[in-house]
């Protein structure tokens, strides 16, 4: 060894304090992370979707072996995706999906390029006919600091609970904070539930900086519309995901919300087309129309904009739903839990006193957003309303099982009261006249 001249030893001490103040210099990464799969919308794939730090291949390669050499591979695309912060930080977000999938069957997978691997992981592939009983995990609004749900879903997964997630927006508290390396810790947060099941996801609020751009970026939902609204069919179920937030950021665009509401449309008629099929119609959406928690959102204290559209008469959902029939509708923003009775503009359509979500004459709707983020719970009003059935100020999710096309289970987990069902609920519909709400 070579003792260091002195001014070498000043020269480094004047880098080390220097590099002390900002960030220090890495090497750039060719390595996988914020691995995470999504349902394409075809049968028999899975999207996978991950992040370098310099632009490489994109490679799956797969298999039905837990170990030894994966025999399948599939190839896809690579695109650069430039953060609007003043740091203009840019990640390489890597899309492959793999399609043939055997409905069912356990698959094995790396990604990844020469450059570097990811580590293995599992998850089964969808089956693709109505007649099977899908489990869901259901949430919203989980940040990066206080995920309070996450480690029970991480669990939950491990034990093969669930065959998809729905995330009903408002991610990372927010995912462009910090030059976006909020998104970035919270997309690694998630990957040991993502990487294992289709993480669906609806934009709320939270996403809403730099036109949604980092979760148009980070997730690869069906369709071509960016994720902003697309739905697929999940066993018994038809799955609508959509924005409420096209109705509160007008400055992205007015039309946004007429587009939506037409795709919206011809969707539910498609949708009531093959309902012998699918009989379950649920939609995602981040902002609820009723809600009654003590804040000053919009349910509350206003009218809802979701609910009765652009100035209280353009484009509203709850008469769209109502029309087509849908079932259950799946909402967050709101850290709590609230289940609504059956409802219709303000009315209770219980199926029954005794039996209230037996052929329920209205959809049910669930709030769930309280997953945990940095914002805590939200109060409930003192009073509930009418049309609240139950209220849950708890940390918790959702598990929501469609057992077949006319039975429905809905679970509330408390984390508060480690993993103690809170609420517990089974939707029944008979197959004929689904459509109407008569
Ligand atoms: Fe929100």
Same mark, same amino acid.
């Given at each position: 060894m070579y003792p260091l001249h002195p001014c070498w030893s000043c020269c480094c001490l004047l880098l080390f304090f220097s590099l002390g103040v900002q960030e220090v210099p890495k090497? =750039?990464?060719?390595a996988p992370e914020q691995i995470h799969l999504s349902y394409s919308g075809e049968p028999g794939s899975m999207t996978v979707t991950w992040t370098t730090w310099v632009p490489t291949d994109s490679e799956v390669q797969f298999g039905?072996? /837990? &170990? *030894? =050499? /994966? &025999?399948f591979r599939a190839q896809g695309t690579v695109s650069p995706f430039v953060d609007g912060g003043h740091l203009r930080r840019k990640l390489y977000i890597h899309r492959v999906t793999l399609q043939g999938l055997l409905p069912g069957i356990q698959y094995v997978y790396r990604c990844g390029s020469t450059q570097g691997w990811s580590r293995r992981f599992r998850f089964r592939a969808l089956k693709n006919e109505p007649y099977w009983s899908p489990r869901l995990a259901v949430f919203g609004?989980? *940040? &990066?600091? @206080? =995920?309070?749900a996450l480690p029970r879903l991480r669990r939950d997964t491990q034990q093969g609970m669930y065959d998809a997630v729905l995330h009903v927006g408002d991610f990372a508290y927010d995912m462009h904070q910090d030059n976006a390396r909020i998104g970035d810790a919270f997309m690694r947060l998630i990957e040991p539930v993502a990487a294992s099941l289709p993480y669906m996801t609806c934009p709320g609020n939270h996403e809403e900086r730099y036109n949604f751009s980092n979760y148009k970026a980070r997730f690869s939902m069906p369709g071509d519309n960016e994720g902003l609204w697309y739905s697929w069919d999940l066993g018994p179920a038809h799955i609508i995901s959509f924005s409420t937030e096209v109705y509160f950021f007008l400055h992205y665009g007015r039309h946004m919300v007429e587009r939506q509401f037409h795709w919206l449309e011809r969707d539910l008629q498609k949708a009531n087309e093959n309902r012998a099929n699918r009989p379950w119609i649920i939609t995602m959406g981040h902002r609820p129309m009723y809600c009654s928690n003590a804040d000053l959102d919009d349910c509350t204290w206003h009218e809802s904009k979701v609910r009765k559209g652009l100035f209280g008469k353009l484009f509203g959902l709850e008469d769209l739903f109502y029309k087509y029939g849908v079932d259950l509708e799946l909402w967050a923003h709101e850290h709590s839990y609230e289940r609504l009775w059956p409802i219709y503009n303000y009315r209770v359509f219980n *199926?029954?006193?005794?039996? =209230?979500? @037996? @052929?329920?004459?209205g959809p049910v709707h669930i709030i769930t957003g309280s997953a945990g983020c940095e914002e805590r719970l939200t109060r409930f009003t003192l009073f509930p309303r009418p049309w609240s059935a139950v209220r849950v100020k708890e940390y918790g999710y959702t598990r929501l099982h469609i057992l077949n096309g006319t039975h429905m289970h809905i679970q509330q987990v408390s984390d508060d009261q480690d993993g103690k069902i809170v609420d517990d609920v089974w939707v029944v519909r008979p197959l004929l006249n689904r459509m109407m709400y008569l």
């Open positions: 090497e =750039p990464s060719a039905v072996q /837990l &170990t *030894g =050499p /994966l &025999t609004d989980m *940040g &990066t600091e @206080n =995920p309070k *199926g029954s006193r005794e039996m =209230p979500y @037996n @052929n329920p004459r």
